[in-house]
């Protein structure tokens, strides 16, 4: 039997209950990542804040301001601490929930299945951190600075319009824009999974490209703040995106058509003569 023939059905079948045990054991094994990440994280919690709080100080030193965060519930400014550990174990972890997805769904593909989806998942964290970077260092600061210009001074209304931030609103809204660009840079890892096992096809997401267009700019208006900057800024990078997947279902289809045109041809030829 060949080596690419290895695959579930050479292995002996696994009982539900035993199923169902090794997906407990992967997920107490990815639970104790999260909980050993949400530690470290708590500890520099205020490194943390300190990261997400950067691109609005720099804002409000250039555009002017009160230069301060405030909190109005007794509580919130711990919350807010949880929040941040929480926010950066996420990430931190990551890498364990992933592996031990991985070791879970592995034992039951064929090996070239392994092969095919291994590069996925290396790939989506990738693109989830380039997701994050684009909306860190290009969309956020843009936005804060339009957003920050409708504050007004002494002279120009009867009393001035200053912001007053609240800490606990401030970084749920910077936490869900970045995994909101985050998750969303994850489109061109489905549309090829999904073009793989073969459930859309390249001239199909061609032929809905101006409905992926509506539904980028509707994405952007409901996952960002209201304002135009980080709208646009959500919903080109997903049009440019879903253009990619297109690119990627094509390169795919071509090699699935010269794979099978191969296999035809290796059946088509004669058996070797005794």
Known sequence: MSEESEGPEDDTPMPLLDHLIELRRRLIYAALGFVVAFAGCYWVSLDIYDLLMRPLARVMAEVGGTQRMIYTALTEGFFTQVKVAAFGALF????????QL?????????????????????ASPILFALGAALVYFLIIPMAWKFLLGFQTGAGETVLPIQLEARVGEYLSLIMTLIFAFGVSFQLPVLLTLLARVGLVESAQLASKRRYAIVVSFVVGAVLTPPDVISQ?????????????????CRRIERARARAEAADAATQAEPPPAP
């Open 232 to 248: 646009i800024g959500l919903a080109v990078p997903l049009i440019l995106l879903y253009e990619g997947s297109i690119i990627a």
């Open 92 to 99: 931190l972890s990551f890498p364990v929930v992933a592996t």
């Open 102 to 122: 991985w070791l879970f769904v592995a034992p039951g593909l064929y090996r070239t299945e392994k092969r095919a989806f291994l590069p996925f998942l290396v």
